[in-house]
């Protein structure tokens, strides 16, 4: 993965990319609506590179370090950046929906998990853990607090529900670059790190586990999945903090 440096964007450049959030919630809402009993990923990927196309925006994800397509469709044990592929979803899977794009040269980014059909009631405490989770990281985006404070706030409250946090990948900086500086993980201690200012504009992700958080790369080469086999779950906004606090930019 290739980091830049932290940049601070301006008004005009949070506007821009205000445009692009919404473009993206747009198309993430009909990836969501699509995904339903009998619909394989490879057909969910297929709606969002049209959608792309109709937008005229061009997808973040696709040729990124040899990535082939334009969303992420990562399947119950899957946490993130499995490549769609034929599977169809049946009743009870938890699907992990992750997509970006870049627009008038600025990119955006979010997930959302979608619950498939009924779901056993353990893996609806799940998606509703870490949904919560990154609105109260949200919470803690403010100038003078630091990106330790989002990483512990997500710890401590996904841990007190009994699930696991993943270490091994994290949230970052976003703009002219799909990844940029900070690395934002989903656990740390208050205080520490670097200190939020105005301008900043990031993605949070909390990525977390119904079993242990330890992960393992995929057969596809591309998505990492839990190492005991069990349900992982994974929210990400893109998020601008301004002159009125933190601004969803990828609010559906």
Known sequence: MSWQKITIKTPTEIAIMREGGKILAEIMQALVERAVIGASAKEIDKVAEDLVFKYKVEPAFKDYEGYPAVSCVSVNNVVVHALPSEYVFKQGDVVSLDIGIKHKGFFTDMAVTVAIGQINPEANRLIKTAKKALRLAIAKIRPGNTFGDIGNTIQRFVEYQGFGVVRELCGHGIG??????PKIPNYGQRHKGLVMEEGMVFCVEPMITMGDWHLKKSADG?????????????FEHTIALTSQGPEILTKI
């Open 222 to 234: 591309f998505g990492y999945e839990t190492q005991d086999g069990s349900l992982s779950c994974h």
């Open 176 to 181: 002219q670059h799909l990844h940029e500086e």
